[in-house]
């Protein structure tokens, strides 16, 4: 469907990034990598798509490229949790506990409840789960 959404108009961003995430839940990262560069290509402001380029890029383990994605989504919107919180997912699986406690209590800042319950159970978190930063930043109220 969203082949044929964009044959009739390429440059819909929206649909090229609706099929990023389609192609993305079919574990198919490099396919979807590509739908959301093209997004990027048509709307270079798309903090969202910035956003899940990065995510897209960790399941490939590309951290380095993961983390410049969140950052170009974080220039055109800092106010951005899941920036944040992909960030510190991406630095919590080089198990760079500093990075990803910093990043992670940016995202909780912005949206508390919700990142410090998703960090709680996200596997991404478990390599640095149990150290003490972590743990301290999970016991802030």
């Known amino acids: 469907s969203f082949d044929k959404a964009i044959e009739y108009k ?15 839940a079919l574990r ?20 969202y798509a910035w ?3 990065g995510l897209v890029l960790i399941k490939l383990n590309r951290h380095e490229e993961a983390i410049a994605s969140f950052d170009k989504s974080l220039a055109y919107k800092s106010d ?3 920036a944040w919180y992909g960030k510190a997912s ?16 940016r995202a909780i800042i912005l949206s508390p409840n919700l990142y410090r319950v998703m960090a709680q159970t996200d596997m ?13 930043l999970m016991e802030k109220r």
Do not use: G
Not at 10 to 24: G, K, M
Not at 125 to 136: A, G, K, N, W
């Open 51 to 53: 956003n899940y380029r």
């Open 28 to 47: 198919r990262y490099e396919d979807a990598l590509n739908s959301l560069d093209t997004t990027l290509a048509i709307k270079r402001d798309c903090y």
């Open 90 to 105: 991406s630095y919590a699986l080089r198990a760079d506990v500093e990075m990803a406690v910093k990043n992670l209590h």
């Open 10 to 24: 390429p440059d819909n961003y929206r649909a090229w990034y609706s099929r990023a995430v389609s192609l993305a």
């Open 124 to 136: 991404n978190f478990d390599i640095i789960r149990y150290t003490e930063p972590f743990q301290e």
């Open 80 to 82: 951005n949790p899941n």
